[in-house]
């Protein structure tokens, strides 16, 4: 019988609670629990796939095909386990499952209301991830506490706790204890505040996770305890770490929290065993060498946009021995004062993910920069697409090679629209979506980067390498090192000649963890860093 861990979260946002829930599982795992992670958004959205990343930051992708919360990607990092359709629920969805139900007549004539329809909808949710393979499921709640959207989701927490029983499910309310500098003090009111919001809802939380800048001394701590009603070793300090946020899960261990709450819970568990993540951020925090990585993008200014590429170059780093320091690049900069004055001395050069014509060109020029200047190159999904048209623009003498995203009516589409994409209608969740197989070619570099001859990663694109230019693109040096098993389409091509040049249609930043990193953010670092050496 699965147990559950409902996260949730009060004062402001960005308080960090999927770092939380990630860590709490990072813990509970090295224990010997089976673990998976859920995030309830309480947005009207039917998923994040259509939404603006200065709204909602990255879309993150899982093998059977759904788009997610960002957070689903720290739960994988931090965990190692898979996510699935079933770990990401928005109100949209909620209320979408609700309506059909509803006109299918599946209510039977009931007036269909909050509660019990829709309190009842999220408690299904929460239960559609139980297994016989799960022993803990660890929930959490988006938005802050207070919230009108989020209340139906609160109340569902209250029932389903009723129905589950208190013995089976554990709260953490995740809240701010602010440092006031000028008073040089710290204050728990926003705290009391917050946890007397749940309270008033009719949930008590069992632990309290204070995020803090400073260091909480024992009266603070009894403070808390005393006016949230929460005994006092629950009370747990979640301060602001300097060097990594894989440094928070040891925080945690040396609070024994994971302890408190497997006792609580009454769960049996093995010993804890962090030996390979200390090794990481030992790893990262000492690393001697360091290399700067340009990402050049056009939501340059928003660390969420590529959350995932981020962590996979420190990944990749530590793997390296490295320090990546990452270069953020706006794409209409280079645009503006070209590549040379903005990527002068740089490591490597990635061009990520993403969709439109701002900042075409600069990523274009930042292709080129590095391809003339030999300087590692790594295109992911857009970033191989810029790519394609540099080398046929710059190298195949086709000026307007384009792509048909951008410019349809190009006579040299080297980049066009998939064959399936051609009928569809809607934008939501529409696109190649989830985990595909790729073939690897003989003797090509991502092929010895890999150590296999057929890979599979997750996908997220509406555009593909036109086929009708593929013997062009080989005589001119570029290898098509990555070919879908039905030989139809390009996953990957590489540069002839060149130290490093990988581009690749899918998105191999959400298969990267701290201690297993992806292959290709691994080798892409190393190479950066013996480019930094021979500058």
């Given amino acids: 019988m699965a147990k559950?861990?409902?996260?949730?979260?009060?004062?402001?946002?960005?308080?960090?609670?999927?770092?939380?829930?990630?860590?709490?599982?990072?813990?509970?795992?090295?224990?010997?629990?089976?673990?998976?992670?859920?995030?309830?958004?309480?947005?009207?959205?039917?998923?994040?796939?259509?939404?603006?990343?200065y709204q909602h930051g990255e879309v993150y992708v899982t093998d059977d095909g759904a788009e997610t919360d960002l957070d689903l990607g720290h739960y994988e990092r931090f965990t190692g386990a898979k996510t699935n359709k079933n770990c990401n629920f928005t109100s949209g969805r909620i209320y979408d499952s609700i309506i059909k139900k509803e006109r299918r007549g599946d209510y039977l004539g009931a007036t269909v209301q909050v509660v019990p329809h829709v309190t009842a909808e999220i408690c299904d949710s929460i239960r559609s991830v139980v297994t016989p393979e799960v022993d803990v499921v660890i929930c959490e709640i988006g938005g802050t506490v207070g919230d009108i959207e989020s209340l139906p989701f609160l109340e569902a927490l209250r029932l389903f706790r009723a129905d589950e029983g208190r013995t089976n499910c554990f709260f953490i309310h995740v809240t701010l204890v602010p440092y006031l500098h000028m008073a040089g003090e710290v204050k728990t009111k926003p705290t009391q505040h917050s946890v007397g919001r749940l309270r008033e809802i009719g949930i008590i939380p069992d632990m309290i996770v204070c995020r803090t800048e400073v260091r909480l001394d024992k009266d603070v701590r009894k403070k808390i305890s005393l006016f949230c009603n929460v005994d006092e070793e629950a009370v747990v300090e979640a301060i602001d770490v300097e060097n990594t946020i894989y440094e928070l899960p040891l925080e945690f261990a040396a609070q024994d929290i994971d302890t408190i709450i497997i006792d609580g819970l009454g769960l049996r568990a093995g010993r804890r065993n962090l030996r390979a993540w200390r090794d990481y951020v030992d790893r990262t925090i000492n690393a001697e060498q360091k290399v700067e990585i340009a990402i050049v993008g056009k939501y340059c200014e928003l660390i969420d946009a590529y959350k995932s590429i981020r962590e996979s170059l420190h990944h990749g780093g530590a793997a390296a021995g490295a320090r990546v320091s990452i270069r953020s690049v706006s794409a209409e900069e280079i645009e503006e004062k070209g590549a040379k004055a903005i990527l002068a001395g740089i490591g490597g050069i990635l061009v990520p993910g993403g969709f439109g014509g701002r900042g075409v060109e600069g990523k274009i020029l930042a292709v080129k920069y590095a391809r003339e200047n030999k300087i590692p190159y790594f295109g992911i999904c857009y970033g191989m697409h810029m790519a394609v048209i540099e080398l046929a623009r710059n190298v195949l003498k086709l000026p307007d090679a384009d792509t048909t995203e951008n410019n349809p009516n190009s006579k040299n589409p080297v980049i066009h629209l998939m064959e399936e994409q051609k009928k569809v209608m809607n934008l939501g969740g529409t696109m190649r979506l989830g985990a595909f197989p790729c073939d690897l070619a003989k003797g090509s570099l991502v092929r010895k980067t890999y150590g296999k001859d057929q890979i599979s990663e997750r996908h997220r694109h509406r555009y593909e390498f036109n086929n009708d230019y593929r013997k062009q693109f080989?005589?001119?040096?570029?290898?098509?090192?990555?070919?879908?098993?039905?030989?139809?389409?390009?996953?990957?091509v590489e540069l002839k000649g060149h130290p490093w040049f990988v581009g690749v249609q899918f998105h191999p930043e959400f298969k990267s963890r701290p201690i297993d990193p992806h292959p290709l953010f691994r080798d892409f670092v190393a190479a950066s860093v013996k480019n930094t050496r021979q500058e």
């Fill in 4 to 53: 559950f861990i409902f996260v949730t979260g009060g004062v402001v946002s960005s308080l960090g609670k999927g770092i939380t829930a990630a860590s709490i599982g990072l813990l509970l795992k090295s224990r010997g629990l089976r673990v998976i992670h859920q995030k309830f958004d309480p947005y009207l959205n039917v998923d994040p796939g259509t939404m603006n990343p």
């Fill in 474 to 492: 080989e005589d001119a040096g570029m290898a098509l090192s990555g070919i879908s098993p039905n030989g139809m389409l390009v996953e990957i």
